[in-house]
């Protein structure tokens, strides 16, 4: 069983039960794979919301280098939008409620200081680029509790609209 997979199994416990019902008994049977075999992986359940936190970010981060345009905060939003149309930003809404310990969340804390101050003094308009990512995070937060709320045709004026409040004067 692959690392991946113990934690999509983790993240639909989160998302059909809540964060009570994560166990590493429930992770393993979700998954179909022994206890062992998911101790083998994460050692406790510890481990394992800190792995779900980690590939959060590696996998915002990969977003974020898969977009070409100029600026990062262009970069962010397409980023952004690229994880609310194919529905990997369920695991924000997961993750964060799966901890109540501040320690497991600091690198996701990091993460979010990083995101939100890159290059932001580069930027043509350092305060419309924080009010874009701002938004993004807005869009992201609704995406993760209500995915069904924004239609493509939504998300595709949101885009051109935050994109023109991007573009030089």
Known sequence: MRRDELLDAAEEILC?????ALTLSAVADRAGVSKGGLLYHFNSKEALIKGMVERLIE???QLMTAQRDATYTERYLGATLAAVRTGRLRRWAVVTGASGNLLLLAPLREAMARWHSEDLEDEPDPVTSQIVRLACEGLWDVASHAPELNSESDLRTLE???RA???PA
């Open 16 to 20: 059909d039960q809540g964060s009570a």
């Open 59 to 61: 996998d915002f981060d």
């Open 160 to 162: 051109t609209r935050l």
């Open 165 to 167: 409040l991007l573009a």
